[in-house]
């Protein structure tokens, strides 16, 4: 979307166009919100309409611009409905990036159209005034191999002697990677290598054995709570 | 289930035997574990069956008996995949007892024999040994009637001045219980109410509105980890 700016007008395409008059019902006068992802939350009206095209004209800013920490969620992808679980969780949550892995134990696909289509959904339902990033999924040892490591990366690791996650979590400031394995978990192999990591830190989530996608909502709340934006 | 102890025998009745031998298919000399809520896991060698009753002989403790914190769940229902989530995250995140709770923007019913299905899916799950008490849906008025003053009640309060969730919680010790609001919140009586209580504590959760769910997934894990057993 282009920039938002008091006084501004902005015409939206044949998409966006039929998303707000067909869709949503939105007729000239009608007031909307807008957000873009860079410039904050504006209230615009609709000022004419055709089959092809749409203007609204910008009032004011409702909200100024503030962007979520700079926190990944990177997950094997497991069942649909929990992968969906996962991608709604982790916008609430206010992941700024969110990323399927291929880890040696993961068999499940995953639909990254219908993941794009649930995080605008929860960014809505939230009243995020940002899209987090969806990446393309990206084997476990492609993503290490590229990996910025100035980016703490924080794993769940069950089968180990990890340290509790709160006291853990709030010495990882952003940027940081939540990292949540398949159902099954991570193989001996890959446990070793992420723990050789100079960048990699090991947390325990108690002693229950939480679904991916539990782990994945928990682990994100803690962080924000500890060191993110809570 | 009777008591759990090594070298004990047990007699399971026609429902218990018929789920044994028929939908998991254990056959004589068939180990199982098996847990009350009480005694810890146990591992155990079926000795004899029939149509009407199967007989297991108790071999030994797999793993002790470890009571989760006391810590409740309290949440409005909304709609029925949403409760589901709640109460599947709510056993895996370690609820002593799950209520749904019925406020002023309730309109939600609540099915709780599935709801009972879904806790005992979600402890075998995460391996806990017990299971939640699940409560009969009840009025807040009601409840609060009757609330046991030495138990603090958390509740997440988006419209207002509440303190951040990490610190708060951490001085909040078990006997506790989470009061997570319906769709469109608390009512402004009910806020006031709530806050003129001196067993009640408001948190916030940030800057993101959460759903229901979500605040009450991450709410639990937050207790969990800065005064619960993680």
């Known amino acids: 979307m282009d920039a938002l700016a008091c006084g501004g007008t902005l015409v939206f395409d044949k998409a966006q166009s039929h998303y707000l008059a067909r869709v949503l019902r939105r007729k000239i006068d009608d007031q909307v919100r807008l957000f873009n992802g860079r410039d904050g939350e504006y209230l ?3 000022s004419q309409t055709s089959k092809q ?8 800013q409702t909200r100024p611009f503030k962007p979520a920490p700079d926190i990944w969620l ?18 609430e949550l206010g992941a700024a990036l969110i990323q399927p ?3 040696a134990r993961t068999t499940a696909k995953i639909n990254m159209d219908k993941m794009q289509a649930h995080t605008i959904e929860a960014a809505e339902q939230t009243e995020r005034l940002d899209l987090p990033c ?19 990366l924080i794993f769940a690791d069950e089968a180990g002697d990890a340290k509790p996650a ?10 940081a990677a939540i990292l949540i394995g398949p159902e099954g978990g991570f193989t001996e192999a890959e446990r070793q290598t992420l723990r050789a990591k100079f960048y990699c830190t090991p947390i325990s989530l108690g002693p229950r054995i939480l679904r991916a ?15 993110g934006d809570w």
């Open 134 to 152: 969806l990446g393309e999924p990206q084997k476990l040892a492609d993503l290490l191999a590229d990996w910025d490591e100035t980016r703490t």
């Open 44 to 46: 615009a009206t609709i």
């Open 166 to 175: 709160a006291k853990t979590l709030a010495k990882i400031k952003a940027p």
């Open 101 to 103: 892995v291929i880890t």
């Open 213 to 227: 996608d539990t782990a994945a909502a928990a682990t994100l709340a803690l962080w924000q709570a500890v060191s």
């Open 74 to 91: 990177l997950f094997a992808p497991i069942k649909p409905k929990r992968n969906v679980f996962s991608v709604e969780k982790a916008t």
């Open 53 to 60: 095209k749409l203007t609204l004209s910008v009032d004011e």
